[in-house]
Each structure stands twice: as structure tokens, then as C-alpha cells.
């Protein structure tokens, strides 16, 4: 199995999932594990046996046919690596990435203020302050930073592109 990501719910998933008798591939994008994770997980991850720690890596391919087979990561400067994995499980952050995007309100954290959380109120759930943009998932502001919601958002968000597009 491979878990990616360098923060607490990834080493939490890691150790979860050695503990029951899984090998367990944690890929981190940083260099050094203990940066985002607290020391008791990192302590326990590195002296767990069947907990393979990957720093400065991503996951550049999924492998399989009906079902995953195997990841490739890649950590600059060397040769890919093949691991054979069943499952992915991305604990990727909840930072948003919003710097990008201009002429939206914005809260004080960087995520993006939508329908309620605007100051006016908007006339479609998920729109932004911009005719026209939604925001969905982990960049919303006050979303729940799950991948399930990400989806759940993003669905919804549909009947409001749809109304926008309409009232044109």
C-alpha cells in the first residue's frame, strides 16, 4: 500500500495500516519527515518494520488493470522506482493554492469566499465574488477538507454553472 503525504493524517494512515499487517510505502514530497509531522509519529514510523519511508519523492505513475498494481516515485536525481501497491491513500494538505487566482475575494488564509461567506451573499452556492467563478472542495473557504466533499462540491457546483450559464 502507499500513502502519500507528510503531515499527521498521513503518518496516523501509515502506521494505521502497518499495524494490521500491511507494507506500507509513505511518500513525502518534503526532505525531512519530522517538518510537518509531529515527533511521536515519526518515531514510531521509523522504527516500524514494515513502513518504507520515501523523502523528497512524488508518485509520477499508477500501474494496473481493473485494480492498482504498482506506483512509480521519483526522487530527483535518481532512477524512478517501481513499488508494488493495491491502494493509494493522498493526505496532500490543506493549504491552499490559491495565489494563482486574482479578482476573487479571498479569507484572511487564502481560501476562497463563496456563496454564504460572502459579504454581499451570492445569488449561487459555490460562486466566488467573480460572475461567472465557483470554488469548490479543499480551496473553498470553511469546506471540510476531505476528498469526498471535493466530490460532493464539485456535483453540486453543476446546477450552479448551469443557472449562471442560463441567466446569460
Not at 480551496?139 to 476531505?146: M, V
Amino acid at each position: 500500500m502507499t500513502v502519500v503525504g507528510g503531515a499527521n493524517s498521513a503518518g496516523q494512515a501509515a502506521l494505521s495500516l502497518a499495524a494490521r499487517g500491511a507494507t506500507v510505502d509513505l511518500v513525502v514530497r518534503g526532505h525531512d519527515l519530522a517538518a510537518r509531522m509531529s515527533s511521536y509519529l515519526t518515531d514510531r514510523i521509523q522504527a516500524h518494520s514494515r513502513i518504507r519511508v520515501h523523502t523528497g519523492s512524488t508518485v509520477s505513475e499508477l500501474a494496473g488493470g481493473d485494480t492498482l498494481t504498482s506506483v512509480v516515485v521519483e526522487r530527483p536525481g535518481e532512477r524512478p522506482q517501481r513499488l508494488a501497491s493495491r491502494a493509494l491513500f493522498c493526505f496532500v494538505g490543506a493549504d491552499p493554492v490559491s495565489g494563482w487566482l486574482t479578482g476573487v475575494a479571498k479569507a484572511e488564509d487564502g481560501f476562497v469566499l463563496t456563496d454564504v461567506g460572502l459579504p454581499a451573499g451570492s445569488a449561487l452556492p459555490y460562486q466566488t465574488s467573480a460572475p461567472r467563478v465557483f470554488a469548490v472542495g479543499d480551496l473553498r473557504s470553511g469546506s471540510t477538507k476531505r476528498v469526498a466533499t471535493a466530490v460532493g462540491d464539485g456535483a453540486s457546483a453543476v446546477s450552479s454553472v448551469h443557472a449562471a450559464l442560463a441567466g446569460d
